[in-house]
Nanobody
């Protein structure tokens, strides 16, 4: 079993930056691909970014490419999402997810999920 706990959310003005963290339990963290998703009120959960087990490969949703950066530190069992140039459209609950191997881009591809952390960007 893998437990994921997100942190770092908050209220940020448009154009600002925020860094989310996801701490994972277990001793096999380095074998898991990790992803970030987000969900706004009344909207479906949306893919944001994913990173391979080695950290050597990443993939981003078009809506965040060039603004968000996903990274991981396997020694700390932690994955990060650095968000820049935030927009009101980025307001959502952000979820961390894990799956063994690959570079998954859809929710059903993931096996474990965190509880989420709120990011609010007022207009």
């Amino acid at each position: 079993q893998v437990q994921l706990v997100e942190s770092g959310g908050g209220l940020v003005q448009a154009g600002g930056s925020l860094r989310l963290s996801c701490a994972a339990s277990g001793r096999t963290f380095s074998t898991y691909a990790m992803g970030w998703f987000r969900q706004a009120p009344g909207k479906e959960r949306e893919f944001v970014a994913t990173i391979s087990w080695s950290g050597g490969s990443t993939y981003y949703a078009e809506s965040v490419q060039g603004r968000f950066t996903i990274s991981r530190d396997n020694a700390k069992n932690t994955v990060y999402l650095q968000m820049k140039s935030l927009k009101p459209e980025d307001t959502a609950v952000y979820y961390c997810a894990a799956r063994r191997g690959g570079l998954p881009r859809t929710g059903p591809d993931y096996d474990y999920w965190g509880q989420g952390t709120q990011v609010t960007v007022p207009s």
